[in-house]
């Protein structure tokens, strides 16, 4: 249940931030709940293997390219969802920070009510 709910919060999170930011564009309700699962799973199974690969760079870097990874994951959604765009790197790279912001606010108020 808690899985589901931090799902629909991260579709809300994409809802906003597609009607705050022009570079981004999601088609729908439904289309955000997938981008949410899709950005979830390549979380999940991507992003481990790509901070692996890229761990020189991301130690020269003091950790700032962890961003440039996490803007790569919000290409891969968006080629892999169809109703889903971003206009450029810039604005994945912008979507995924207020994304991240948004969903640590989101699921902080969740978790602050289940106490």
């Not at 199974?45 to 130690?59: A, F, G, S």
Request: charged share 10%.
């Amino acid at each position: 249940m808690r899985t589901i709910l931090r799902l629909l919060l991260s579709a809300l999170a994409v809802v906003l931030l597609a009607k705050l930011l022009p570079g981004v564009a999601v088609e729908g309700y439904v289309a955000a709940i997938i981008v949410a699962v899709v950005i979830a799973l390549l979380r999940l199974i991507v992003k481990p293997i790509l901070v692996i690969l890229t761990l020189p760079i991301t130690i020269i870097t003091l950790g700032l390219f962890l961003l440039i990874i996490n803007a790569l994951i919000i290409m891969m959604a968006d080629y892999f969802i169809s109703g889903f765009a971003v206009a450029s790197i810039w604005w994945a790279l912008l979507f995924s920070l207020l994304l991240s912001i948004l969903e640590s606010i989101f699921h902080s108020l969740v978790e602050g009510k289940n106490n």
